[in-house]
């Protein structure tokens, strides 16, 4: 007698739930071979170098030619390295040994010294190459800063100049309240310490980038210096004003007496009368009430004045030739008190006094080299106005 | 006084019924316990940017079998990495004693195959994550996360496929609960169709594809996020904001989704205790993620300058590794995995197999 095949156990449970198990099975073949071919695809694809990407922002491409280009970028490597291996140029002012735990991969060790800070806290808003143009920047107001420039918002230093070694760490520790900046404040010392010295680095390299791309350009030729006569005309000059940063800084006086509120109450009066007079252009872009409501709505900082066209069609134009959009400066509204160069009395002294550097913000007080609209009192008495309206 | 209860129909396979040994369901347990630290721990890695604190593989500092307690708790990175690699390495050993078990208890051949697909699940994504460390690859990172949550997803659907509950039989009034006498979806389920059917069996197609559906979906939000989290430090911004908006679209059909999965269950389903208490748990946690998906953002890249123009100024510093940065972060990767695994359980118990109730005659 034939024996009836009774169906296996797993056949009748599919045929309950209506799983198909030819499909569970090729399912799970699948999810293993495409798993297994990830992690080969995958450890065969280790990063490769990382390089500085050069700087063509607002370059029209059809008037530098890819040769010269590339001369540019083979001068640079030679003269500051790669991200992985950074140099540092004879009489550059910068310090190798203070570069290398910022620079190069993320790692660690042991002992739980970082390497690679750069890249950990910085790049992926500011760009392997400080250009300001990382990943995330697009979606940043304000956008990160493109170190390349040389320009730096807060310092304490008169207009035009570097910012001092103490400028920068202060940002880094303080960080930009209201906008993505963070402070590092976790951070030791020793990594604060290296963190500024990159950044002088990738500032004082953007700088001489910039200088031998506007040379080729001008001279419409290969690489017209030597390698001798770039570290004179053009790495020496720009190092030069970053060591004299430290004597072009400004140190806030005492303010006046405000110990009583009569006092306080008199330096904020004389602080608004200050605010709206013609010298100080306070209301021009801050408004009557330092709401940020000024007359002056079109702002734009330096990294963004070069993407507007006078016309809508030359700024699209112009807009591809940036890899961020235009974007505007907006005024402080002091009600809101959120003040992005820090919110001491002191600190309010140095943004009125050397102003905010690449930005509309000018400097209003005296300064080496520059006498300045108000006196070290008026721009007490402004710091005290201002103060006054952001606890209303 | 007549009962209108459909008689209980045995199951094909009743032998089965009495399901998988206590081990195997108890060790699925395990294998959760212990994979939810993993992922939760691999994500502070990730927020903490410890991923390279040790840079070998896969021994520690040349450490093949105990690294130090004294080196390891010494330096915060350290112990989060090597944390991440001994709860792995836990992980591991319960996914193989999980199949085993499996593989000889489990009449179910699938379940059998989903211990071994978990094995190699594992063996695959402790690879990822030795590559990412040798190769210092944030993209493979950025694989070896969203490798995770599909892990853990796969351990959760072990705990229900094991459990007592799915294999136990559904009460006879089971027919009775889901709606058959109060939903109006009494009538025939098509014109010359068989009427008489439960909810379950008229809607229980669109259930298991909506419930299967919404797992994807979250699936796919973690994989967004995990984007995000794992930027390579050369991309294009414009890749972000993709990503971003992306996420925040998504975000929205899932959470809005899960809200309607829920009342739509509640309401035509409300005998399915299990899958109605998931979806309103899914609800929940999606809702929950909403709030933390915008407090990460905040401790991550501060207050948008429009935030405080259409909502309140809001005088706040970024802080790197400062502990709102890591609290929200960690807890909105956190959530997204238990939205996950809750999503994969709903889905389970909708595509249960209805043993319970008569099944509907063809059409003629």
Request: hydrophobic share 45%.
């Amino acid at each position: 007698m034939m024996r009836s095949k009774t169906p296996s156990p797993i056949v009748l449970h599919a045929a309950a739930t209506g799983i198909r198990v030819g499909a569970v099975r090729r399912s799970a073949a699948g999810l293993c071979a495409l798993l297994a071919l990830a992690a080969i695809w995958f450890s065969g694809c280790g990063p490769e170098e990382a390089s500085f990407r050069l700087n063509l922002e607002g370059r029209d491409p059809a008037k530098i030619r890819p040769v010269q280009n590339e001369a540019v970028r083979d001068a640079l490597q030679k003269l500051f390295g790669t991200p992985d291996k950074p140099l540092a140029p004879d009489d550059s002012g910068l310090d190798l040994a203070l570069l290398e735990p910022a620079s190069g991969p993320i790692g660690g060790d042991a002992q739980g010294r970082q390497t690679g800070l750069y890249r950990r806290y910085c790049a992926v808003c500011h760009g392997t190459s400080g250009d300001g143009a990382g990943p995330t920047a697009s979606m940043l107001t304000p956008y990160p800063r493109d170190f390349r420039s040389g320009v730096f918002k807060y310092t304490s230093t008169a207009s035009g100049a570097k910012p001092t070694r103490d400028d920068l760490t202060g940002v880094l520790l303080r960080g930009v309240p209201g906008t993505a900046m963070p402070s590092h404040i976790q951070l030791r010392s020793e990594e604060i310490n290296a963190l500024v010295e990159y950044v002088r680095y990738l500032s004082v390299r953007g700088q001489v980038e910039t200088y031998l791309l506007q040379l080729v350009v001008d001279e419409d030729a290969y690489l017209p210096l030597s390698m001798k006569e770039i570290l004179e005309e053009g790495v020496a000059p720009i190092a030069q004003q970053w060591a004299q940063a430290p004597s072009l800084a400004v140190t806030p006086p005492p303010p006046p007496k405000t110990d009583t509120a009569e006092l306080w109450a008199a330096s904020v009066a004389r602080g608004r009368e200050l605010y709206v007079t013609k010298d100080a252009q306070c209301v021009k872009c801050h408004g009557p009430e330092g709401a940020g409501d000024g007359e002056d709505s079109e702002l734009y900082d330096d990294w963004n004045k070069p993407k507007k066209g006078l016309t809508a069609e030359r700024t699209a134009e112009l807009a591809r030739l940036y890899t961020l959009p235009l974007q505007k400066v907006r005024p402080r509204n002091f009600r809101e008190g959120v003040f992005r160069g820090g919110s001491r009395p002191e600190d309010l002294y140095l943004r009125i006094c050397v102003g905010i550097k690449g930005t509309p913000m000018p400097a209003a007080g005296p300064a080496p080299g520059a006498r300045g609209v108000l006196t070290p009192d008026d721009i007490w008495h402004v710091v005290h106005y201002v103060l006054s309206l952001s606890r209303e | 006084m007549s009962s209108q209860r459909p008689s209980p129909i045995r199951h094909p396979t009743s032998d089965i019924r009495q399901g998988p040994s206590r081990w195997s369901h108890g060790l699925a347990w395990a294998l959760v316990c212990g994979t939810f630290p993993l992922v939760f721990v691999g994500g502070l890695v990730t927020t903490y940017g410890a991923g390279m604190a040790v840079p070998d593989w896969p021994s520690t500092f040349g450490y093949w079998v105990y690294y130090p307690l004294r080196s390891w708790i010494a330096v915060q990175d350290v112990f989060l990495e090597h944390g991440h690699r001994v709860l792995g390495q836990i992980v591991g050993v319960l996914t193989i004693a999980l199949a085993i078990v499996l593989w000889r208890s489990d009449p179910r051949r699938f379940v059998r195959w989903l211990g071994l697909t978990a094995v190699l699940g594992v063996v695959v994504q402790g690879t990822l994550g030795g590559l990412r460390v040798i190769g210092n690859d944030v993209l493979l990172a950025d694989v070896h996360g969203c490798v995770a949550q599909l892990f853990f997803a796969l351990a959760a659907a072990l705990v229900t496929l094991t459990s007592r509950a799915w294999h136990a039989a559904r009460p006879a009034a089971y027919a009775e609960t889901s709606g058959l006498r109060t939903s109006p979806i009494t009538a025939p389920a098509r014109p010359g169709g068989p009427a008489g059917l439960s909810c379950r069996q008229v809607l229980g197609p669109a259930l298991k594809r909506t419930t299967a559906g919404m797992a994807v979906l979250v699936y796919v939000q973690v994989v967004l996020g995990a984007q995000l989290r794992h930027l390579l430090r050369d991309a294009s911004p414009v890749w972000f904001v993709v990503w971003v908006w992306l996420h925040l679209i998504v975000a929205g059909l899932a959470a809005g989704g899960a809200i309607g999965l829920w009342l739509w269950i509640r309401r035509r389903f409300s005998g399915m205790a299990r899958p109605r208490r998931r979806a309103a748990l899914l609800a929940v946690l999606l809702e929950v993620q909403i709030v933390l998906g915008a407090l990460t953002w905040l401790t991550n890249y501060g207050w948008p300058e429009w935030a405080a123009d259409y909502i309140w100024p809001l005088n706040y510093t970024v802080c790197t590794g400062g502990w709102q940065q890591i609290v929200a972060t960690t807890s909105h990767v956190a959530a997204g995995s238990l939205s996950l695994v809750t999503a994969v359980s709903l889905a389970l118990w909708a595509w249960r197999p209805e043993d319970a109730e008569p099944r509907a005659a063809p059409n003629p």
